[in-house]
Structures are given as structure tokens and as C-alpha cells.
């Protein structure tokens, strides 16, 4: 089953949409759904021109497509647990929140907060992701602890802050303090990263492109042969001032330890 | 005049000795009368429990290291969270909530005053405006005084009268209401970077012990005839075997006032630990309430914890970064010039700790052990043992032995040979409920001259009206329902105005807070003495004429007027 969603062009468009209950279980039961434009509620058909080919009675079957501006749509996929979401544009901040199941795609840029706590499943976007990308929130100690979050682009900064479990893959680079807190999963940045995996407890991080501003309290361990992406690593380990079992590979940075 | 009379109210009023009788309440502004006249407004209370209205005694709800507290945990304000309904405010948070969020579940479970237990004198100006945010209970600020210079250097003089002199000054001018000390002496040593082991310890520069700064305030509290005792938080609060330490405090408290007691202890579960490590820490509650027993002097509170997720914040310094040191979460610190300090870290109680479940027993072992309910009162130092939603599980865990075995069931094996909890039997009554959560509040605190605790005419009419019937709920087995009954009241009463009903808050609200200003003879006037002006100019960082707190900060305070002997 489809559901395509189309949003309708509005008076005020910088006006943010809370969308939680935009994810695939939800259509099951029909597209009868609520939504809060600002501070109102709405039904989805005030804000989507909604059309649904075929039908499914499980929800890993339906997909749901968002098209036109949904940048200033928030929450897609909240708690989302199986089926696949595509957003043909951007999308705006917390999509994918707590995911455990499913896939999300999105084909333009995703705003802050991509996939913030995801317990499972798999995002895919192909533009820039903004801050807090695969994070954890404000305050909590514990991030994202599974799945799997692409992103073709950039991203902003704290990405995969506090990561304790799954992996993160961001293709082009990252802002200032990518990966710090980690406690565990995998992160590859393959651009470039400014003051990486402060106070990192655990988990491993590469970073293919430039490190800026390398954190003095990581202790060199050794180099790495890397052969399927034909490139000689420096291994850390720390971060030490916390007592940090992390694993950070890095291709280059400023440091004579090299 | 407005008018209410409220009938058929099963009433229990522990300091004029009624016991569950069934009878009418006169209500005229806001006090309570003999009798109102026919056209007054009625409120059916159909027989339910009615008891004068909740007092916190110690609870830290409002003032800088609450707002720390809330600044610290973001997370916390993902919980608890309410819309805007009728009359009530947006609320979040559960254990560091919103001020509003703090007063409308404090008056939805029936409680109309509340103690803040510790506010810094130089920071008074916030705690006040946020008791003005607070506004559906009477607040009250404990001051205070535990690293004071200029009261250590007049303790190191030996004179009390000078020391008075300074608590009178000082309470007037930040519109406090009590002496509190907490951990006497050893914040000061934290600035310093240490701690004291002991009541006998010396504070680092000012050569005074614990011991001495609290045997001096004791009887400068009394020499200033101030409605509360001191109310001290003890030395080395958290550590295994401090219970010795809580002991000799005790042995140095004379017996000098006969309406009250002279030193109220607070949070007492915290200070009654046996052993030398957390590894063999036991409860030694016995040893505590048998030497409060023998003291009528003594009040204590139980400083109950209960499992889950919470903050502890405090002025005690030294002992937060001693929690920090065990858990490695976050921390802050912070110093108050030449007054005190506070700590604060957010813990997680857990039932799979033998340590936490020591904890947990000792508070019930305290109030079940205590033979007199008036000397241990039902707290948790809100929100360091537990969130203060947590009082009618409390209740009902000390009024049913049933409820405590079941408990008991679910805590780690190690539990039986660290205390005595099982082998408790007692299980309290209303009356005794009565006392733990409000009558002996009032008498602790000295307000119930001020119509506080009690519904005898001429007392202010707070009320609390529970959906339980006495008569119908066996506590000892049906606790789920005493449970559920206190944390909903029928309606909630504050000075002759329903204010809550069903766990709905239906008014704006507008508190009072209580305040002291002990009047002192102009010789013995501390801001006309150069030394003690002097001092203010050479280290504080504010002029001594800014330091008292504006009338416009107290749009409603009440001020308790007492004679000084001095």
C-alpha cells in the first residue's frame, strides 16, 4: 500500500506541523489522523492532499510518501517501527525520533535532530542533515543504541553525540564535536570533523577526511591498513582524561605524533 | 464575608484531640468559626477523612539550587508535562518540576504549607520570587547560617548574645523564618577543599567546632524566642557509621523550651547508617530512635527514599562531591561568599542496590521506632530522598505491614540482615497519619499559634478532604485504596476557598510567607556595629543597604514579631 501525502501550499508556511502520527501503523486504520499546525489541532486532510493505492493489513507493506514542502514538518516517523517513509524534499527537525523499525528516505536535506535516540531501523538522506544528528537529547545520557543513519551530505554539529549502539555513516563532513560522549556503535565520518569524540567512553570512530583541532587527550596506539578503502590509519584510544576505551582512526590530522 | 460550612466531615485534628468524629466545619473569611449562618455555602463532605491541611516541614521547592537543579536536568522536563487547563499553568518535570508544577501537586494531594529547607541569605531575593510563583501554599525559608563569618567568629568569642544578634539581623533582612544548619562548619571547610569528620573537628581559619556553632545557635535561638528550633541537618551526612556522629549532636541538645522541641534533625535516614564502608552498611535506626525516645527535645524527620530516579541538592558541598566521586554523572558546585555552599547531582534509587534498600528500611524504621509521632514527621527532603508525590505511598507503606512484606519481597536478599524492617510490626493509624504529615509540622515549626495544622476556631481554614472513608478502609490490607485516596483530595481547602478538587486545581491562588523579625535593643544592633559593617564592605560582593530583601518581593509576607532576650 502507498499513501502519498501532498502538502498543501499554506498562508503560513514557516508555521511548524507536528506530524508524530505520520508513520506507517497509523494508516492502517485509515488516514483519519490529527496533527498540530502551531498550536492548533488539524486534521491531516487540512494540510495533505492525501491519496492511498492498494491496501496491506500488516505495516511492514505500506509506504508513505511525502511530497511537496515539508520542511517545516516536524516528528515524521516518531516512534515508527516497521514500513518505509520517503520524503521527496527536506524535512524538517526530530524525524525518525526513537525509530526501532522500518526505513525513512529522504531525498533533499533533513533539518536538526535526524533520527535523535533511534533504537533500530534505517535512515537515508541523501542532502545535509542538520545538528544533533543521530544524538541523544539534552540532558540524557544515553543516544542513539541501534540501527543505522546515512547521510550522502553533511552534517552539523554533535552528530552522533552520546552513541551507544548501531552505526552512523555520514559521507561528506561534519560540524564541531561529532561523535563526543559516545559510549559504544560505530561512527565513519568520510569528510573532515572539528574536535571529534570528546570524553568517548567506548565504541570505534574513522574519520577519513581532516581532523581540526585533534583533542590532545587521545593516546596514540598505533597505525592500520585499511585495504578495501586503500588508506593507512592513526589508531587512538581515549578519551583518556575519562578513563575512555574508544577507538578513533583518523587519516589526517594536525598532530606530530602522527 | 463569605461563608462556607462543610458537613458531614469525618475529622481528625490531632492537637485539639479529635479522633475521627463526625461533624460540621464553620468557615467565615477565611478562619474557622463556631458557626456560619444558614445562607452560607455548603460542601458535602460525605463523611470522608477531613484533616487541616498538609505542612511540609522540610522540602526544597523553591530558590537558586532548585533552579540549578532544573537547569541541570533538561531531561527531567520530558516528564510530567501538562497543558494549560482552566486556571492551572503549563507544568513539566517530575522530580525538579516547574514552580506551579510543584504547588498544584502539592495542593492536589492536600497540602497547604511548605518549608523551604534551605535558602541562602544572599540569595534570597530568588527563592522569594519564586514562592510567589507557588501560590496555592504558604511558604516559609529556612536560612542559612552554617558557614556564616561573622556567627563562627562570634561562637570562637563565646558570645551568644552576639550571635543572636546576627540570626536577628539577618532573618529580618532576607525575610527568613528559621536557623538552619546544614552540615555546620564543613561546607566552609569545603571551600578550602576539605571536610570534617566530626562534630569535634575545627573548621579550618575560624578554630570553632561543629559542636560549638550548634550549641551557640541553640541558645541563641531561644534567647530570640524564635518560633522554630534550630534545624539542623547533621555532620557527615551519607557516610557509613555516621550514626555516631548523629548521636553525639543529639547528646549535646538541652531541653530548653517546653512548648517545642530544641533541635529539629532533619532528613535523619540520611545520618543512621552503621558500618565503615558502603560494602557493610546496616541500620542503625535502633540506636537513633532509642536516644529520641529518651529526648522530647528532639523532632526529627524521616528523609524517606524511595526507588526511582531523583535529584539531591543541598548546601552540603563536600558531601555531593563525594556522590559525584560514586556515580561520575553530572555535578555542580557551587559557593555562597561568606555564607555557605550546595551541591547538587541527580541519583537513580534501585531496588537491585543493597545499599538503596538499606536506605529505604532505615526511614521506615525511624517513624515505626519512634514512640511519640510527634518526633519523627513524614518528609523526604523533597526531592533528594524521593519527588514529594511519592508521601501517600509512604503512608501508606507505614500503615500496613502487608504492604511492607510485599515491598520487602521485591528488594535485594541482604536486606534482613542489614535492618530490622521486617520485624516490625506496628502499623500507624489515622490520627497518627494526622500527626506525621501535619500536626506535628505545625508544633515543630511553631505555627500553629499562627492557625496552622489544627481546625480550632480562630485557625486558618486549610483543610484537606480525602475520598476515603475511615470506617470502610481497613489500611492494613486495602493500602492501594489509602494510597490512591491521598493523592487526590476530594477538595482542598486554603483559606476558606476550595482551591483543588478531584486532582484539578480551580484558582488562581495567592500565598503568604512567613517571616521573623526579632526585635533587638539598639546597643546590641548589628548594622549599627563598624566591625560587623566593616566586614560586609571589605568581602561581600554587594553594599549591606542592597543585602535585605524589598517589601515588593513579599506582596503578601507575614511577619512573626518576637521579643528578644538579649
Known sequence: MRVILEAKVRKKPFLPIEAESII???????????????????????????????TAVTPEKIEVVLK??????????????????TISGDVGMHCGNFMSGGDIEILGNADAWLGREMRGGYILCHGNAGHYCASGYRGEKTGMQGGRVEVLGNAGDYCAEYLTGGEVHIHGSCGDMAGVEMKGGQFIIDGDATRPCGNMKDGTCMIFGTVRQMLPTFERIGTKKLPDRKVTVTVYKGDVANRGKGIMMVKGTGRSDE | MTELLIRNACVFDPLNGIRGDVMDIAIRDGRIVESVQNNADVIDASGFLTLPGGIDSHSHVCGTKVNFGRYMSPEDMRAGRTARRGKMHVTSGYYVPTTYGNSYRYSTMGYTTVLEGAMAPLEARHTHEEFNATPLQDMLANTLFDGNWSIMEAVHAQDVKRAAAIVAWTLSSVRGFAIKLTNPGGTEAWGWGGDLTGIRDPVPNFNVTPAEIITTMIEANELLHLPHSVHLHCNNLGKPGNYATTLETFGLVPDLNKNRQTLYATHVQFHAYGGSTWRDICSKADEITKSVNAKPQIVMDMGQIMFGRTMTMTADGPMEFNLYCLHHNKWSNHDVELETGSGIIPVLYSKKSLVNCVMWAIGLELALLTKNPYQCLLATDNPNGA???????????????????????????????????SSIDREMDWNEIAIITRAGQARALGIAAQGKGHLAPGAEADLAIYPIRCDDVDPATEYRKVVEGFQKTRFTIKRGRVVARDGDVIVDGANTTFWVNPTIPDEHNVANDPEFVKKFEEYYTVRMSNYPVQDVYLPRGRCIKTEADI
Open chain 2, 387 to 421: 519527588p514529594f508525590v511519592k508521601y501517600p505511598e509512604i503512608i501508606g507503606l507505614l500503615m500496613s505491614k502487608r504492604y511492607r512484606d510485599e515491598e520487602c519481597a521485591t528488594l535485594h536478599d541482604g536486606i534482613d540482615q542489614r535492618t530490622s524492617i
Open chain 1, 68 to 85: 511537496g514542502d515539508t520542511s517545516r514538518v516536524k516528528r515524521i516517523g516518531e516512534y515508527m517501527d516497521a514500513g518505509k517513509i
Open chain 1, 24 to 54: 506507517p501503523r497509523n494508516f492502517l486504520k485509515g488516514t483519519d489522523l490529527a496533527v498540530y499546525e502551531g498550536n492548533k489541532e488539524r486534521k491531516l486532510v487540512d494540510l495533505f492532499r492525501i491519496s492511498v493505492e492498494g
